[in-house]
């Protein structure tokens, strides 16, 4: 069964930065391509960031490029997002996502983590 | 950038059938993917390419597209059916994913 398990949210000041973790089982963690999906209330689904299998290639959002980075361990199974330079428009529920294949380019997700709740306030 | 338009709420009889569209220029060109989201739970793919279903998924889930807007479909709608339904394409303008702002489906 595939199985995505976010941590590392919390609440952060204006400025300051944070480590995201998704802990991945099930599967074949290095087949496939993996992604950051944040939810807001007033703003929907946005799609985050994304990064291959082999990690070769990584994409960014334009809200989040330059202050975000997305890298992953596949000896452990392990998704990361990198986030410095918090806004409070950062605020959000962020989900790991399974790509279906090892690249992510005009693919989709198939499997989603339940979310680790990111606060950014004073 | 792209952008998909979907109704905000959908509201039909159980037993009955729901249609929720999902509008975006020439989406027909494009494979769209259908995302239920119900409360404090993570976003389940019902349909891909616009009429695949995953396994697991009952029948009662249809998609199609053509035009200028996409239609999931559900048919002889339950209780437990009730949730955020979410549409999705790939922007090739941008390379990036971009989703619908979701349109919640309630059984009277």
Redesign the interface.
Known sequence: EVQLLESGGGLVQPGGSLRLSCAASGFNFRSYAMSWVRQTPGKGLEWVSAISGSSYNTDYGDSVKGRFTISRDNSKYTLYLHMNSLRADDTALYYCARYRGSGYYSDFFDYWGQGTLVTVSS | SYELTQPPSVSVAPGQTAKITCGGNSIGRK?V?W?QQKPG?????VV?DDSER?SGIPERFSGSNSGGSATLTVSRVEAGDEADY?C?V?D?DS????????TTLTAL
């Open positions: 494979n993917q995302f739970q993570a976003p389940v793919l891909y995953p979410y999705q790939w090739s390379d990036h994913p971009v989703f619908g702002g979701g």
